[in-house]
């Protein structure tokens, strides 16, 4: 069963003001590391492009709010707000993305290989589509153990077209696992817009495999954090896979090497539309409306998380840059039968 309940008006939060500001919180923290992240590619310190999540803020906080640790997410190559939202040390990904030692993956990895296997965060992917199957994998492991955890992988609308996708959402159905996928339709596969990718609706996609199926404003943290936690509650209890479909919209470039091109298929009236329903603003508007912060309130956490972001990056450009001489460190397990002689674990 699918239902369409995108609406053009706020409706009022479903939150408490002390969740609404935690989550308002995190995604601020989201925002600022995406801005400084763009801030140091441009001054070389991070030697390499990056796909920016400004925009999307609310998908990931709204949805990881409703998560345990035990919980598994998969990402995408646009994964830092994912990583964020679950608890992600923002010191240890800055260092990742300037190939430092204190980086997740010890600076071996860049923006789209960062895990935290400890926080259930099982790595953001390049490959489109990649994490749906993973999270199969994992939703069945809990199914077999009669743990009550959930798997939720992120992608894009692009990955709509995936068949990598579409099995996945096939197996969850008849397998009954506890999966909630996560769809961020940002209306756009790098320049393809959805309408010429895909017609109709894409939860009534899902809805076709046999899964429990929505849609959501993706710009308002209160909306998509409802929906999820009513999927993420089903799939605890048992009853099998949901997919939401999060409307939002990326108010940057595809990457950070492509922005300046971004009006050769999008106009500005578009991303100004969008940007009138900015996620943050949409938050500090529910709280304005329910008095959920005092006067100053948004100024001082502003403050407090461009503070954390900046020390974050103090401490990651003091991590050393590996050496040469451990190039091939961490490439092979040490039960690997042909493990080369004379290289660490």
Not at 162 to 177: H, K, P, R, T, Y
Not at 215 to 235: K, L, Y
Not at 276 to 287: G, K
């Amino acid at each position: 069963m699918v239902s369409q309940r995108l609406s053009t008006t706020m409706p009022p939060s479903n939150l408490d003001p002390a969740s609404l500001l935690s989550m308002y919180r995190r995604m601020r923290l989201i925002r600022r590391f995406e801005e400084r992240t763009a801030e140091l590619i441009d001054g070389d310190e991070i030697r390499a492009h990056a796909h920016l999540y400004i925009g999307e803020e609310a998908v990931a906080v709204g949805v990881s709010a409703a998560l345990d640790t035990p919980d598994i997410t998969t990402s995408t190559h646009r994964g830092h707000g994912h990583i964020l939202a679950k608890g992600g040390d923002p010191m240890r990904m800055f260092a990742e993305l300037m190939g430092r030692e204190a980086g997740y993956n010890k600076g071996r990895g860049g923006s789209m290989h960062i895990a935290d296997v400890g926080l259930g965060i099982y790595g953001a992917n390049g490959i489109v589509g990649a994490g749906a199957p993973m999270a199969c994998g994992a939703a069945r492991m809990f199914k077999n153990r009669g743990e009550p955890h959930v798997a939720v992988p992120f992608f894009g609308d692009g990955a709509m077209n995936q068949g990598v996708l579409l099995e996945s959402l096939n197996i969850a159905a008849i397998w009954d696992l506890p999966v909630v996928f996560i769809c961020e339709n940002n209306q756009y596969a790098i320049t393809s817009p959805i309408a010429d990718m895909s017609r109709g609706s894409l939860a009534e996609r899902a809805a076709a495999f046999g899964l429990n199926a929505d849609t959501v404003d993706g710009m308002d943290v209160s909306a998509v954090h409802e929906t999820a936690s009513r999927m993420i509650t089903r799939a605890r209890a048992g009853d099998g896979a949901s997919f939401l479909e999060c409307r939002t919209y990326r108010f940057e470039a595809h990457n950070t090497a492509l922005r300046g091109t971004d009006l050769t298929y999008r106009s500005a009236a578009e991303i100004e539309r969008w940007r009138e329903r900015d996620p943050l603003t949409v938050a500090a508007r529910h709280l304005d409306a329910e008095d959920g912060w005092t006067q100053g309130d948004r100024t001082a956490v502003d403050e407090e998380v461009d503070a954390e972001i900046e020390e974050a990056i103090v401490r990651a450009r003091g991590s050393a840059i590996p050496s040469a001489d451990s190039a091939l460190d961490h490439m092979y397990a040490q039960t690997y039968p042909g493990f080369p002689a004379g290289v660490s674990e």
